[in-house]
Structures are given as C-alpha cells and as structure tokens.
C-alpha cells in the first residue's frame, strides 16, 4: 500500500492529531509541507481541497479535509470508538472537550510573553483537569470510555504531550492524567511515531513564520517585520 499524504505547515498544529491516528492505524505516511504561498495556490488549484483549507489527507483513494473528519475516520477504521453507540459517542464528547481544553497549547508558539501563556495552561487544567480525572475514576481509572483504547485516549494523551513539552511539571497534581499520558505514548505505534523523522519539533517562533510565509498573513506583532510576508 502506498503511503498517505498530509499535507500541511512545517510543523505539528492541527495536523498532529491526524498524524496520532494514522500512527495508531499503523498507516505508513508522508508529510508534505508548504514552503511558500506557491505551493499553497498550487494545491488549491490542484482541485485537493475541498474548502482550501489546511490540512489535507491523501488517503487510499480519499481526499480528506477538516481535521475532526480525519480523526473520526481514523477512529473507525482502527476500532477506536468503544463497543457501543453509548460508547462511540462519549469518545465524540470527549474529543470535542479536548479540543477546547487543547486551545492554549496550539496557541504557545504565538504569544509574546512565554510565562503569560503558561499561565493560560495552568488555567486550562484548572478547568478541564478534575472533569477529566473524575472521568477516568468513573470509567475505573484506565480508558476514559470503556474497557480498551479508544480514540478519547489517543487524542488526550497527544494533547497532554504538548502540555508536558511546554511546561514539564503541570501534571503533578494530576496523577491519572499523567498515567494515561504515560501510556499512550508508550503504546507501540505510537513511541515509534514519536521517535520517527515525521514527528516535529515543538511549535517555535520559526513554526509562526512559517505559517504566515505560506498564507500570506501578518506576525504576530511582537516579532520582527510583523508585515514582511504581506503582498503589495
């Protein structure tokens, strides 16, 4: 089988979640990354994307967009959704919470003051962290749905990787966090990912530039020419 194709920035952003779940799926694949605005124009007048929107899966002989429909196929063709329509839908919940408790570790690598958006990590487990915890002490402590792996576990244990990179101690006080944490990187497909020349490196200042290189957009307004990448 040839392998997938995602398409994306120089870097992790809301790729990664897609990139989890092919590792899971033991499903061999390729980054193709943007360098230039070109490269961008090219892609969406390749006809690939559905709503020229980033990122894009090149799968089998599917070309899909919008991460949540990424993540949601992966799940199903990797039987990640629980054992039941009770199940499959509490991993549902729990993915779309994750993704609202994931805002300020996707948002790090753009703010100015580094001790400012550690504070909003410490703030988003301060909200999210003992809803979580009591979930998995409901569920037995294990999975947080079910009795095996699912989806809700891949997705959390990626985000909580990214938590822990930028600030190594924030789940000390999170004891069953940290196990699941613990044991869905160490899961076979998954280490391996990790320690694979697809996995990048931690969202940086160089990650920013990039991004807007590509999209022609504004920096953020504290670096350096904010406006350099803007045309006309």
Not at 36 to 59: I, R, T, V
């Amino acid at each position: 089988m040839k392998p997938a194709k995602l398409h994306y920035f120089k870097g992790r952003g809301r790729a990664e979640t897609t990139r989890w779940m092919l590792a899971i799926n033991n499903i061999d694949f390729i980054n193709i990354s943007l360098e230039d605005h070109n490269d961008f124009d090219n892609l969406k007048a390749s006809g690939k994307l559905p709503f020229n929107q980033l990122p894009l899966l090149e799968l089998d002989d599917l070309r899909l967009s919008q991460s949540s429909a990424m993540i949601s196929f992966l799940a199903r063709r990797g039987d990640l959704y629980g054992t039941t329509d009770a199940e499959a839908v509490r991993c549902d919940m729990l993915v779309g919470a994750v993704g609202d408790f994931n805002v300020s570790a996707m948002q790090f690598a753009f703010k100015a003051d580094k001790d400012e958006a550690s504070r909003d990590l410490d703030a988003s487990l301060m909200k999210f962290g003992k809803h979580f915890e009591f979930i998995l002490t409901q569920n037995e402590g294990e999975f947080l749905v079910g009795q095996k792996l699912s989806v809700a576990d891949i997705i959390m244990g990626e985000s909580l990787t990214s938590f822990i990179e930028f600030s190594p101690t924030c789940l000390n006080n999170y004891p069953q966090l940290k196990q699941l944490q613990e044991e869905v990187v160490s899961e076979h497909n998954i280490n391996a990912y990790l320690n694979s020349g697809n996995r990048w490196r931690l969202p940086d200042d160089q990650y920013v530039i990039d991004i807007a290189r590509v999209l022609c957009r504004p920096l953020p307004s504290h670096m350096y020419e904010p406006n350099r990448f803007l045309e006309g």
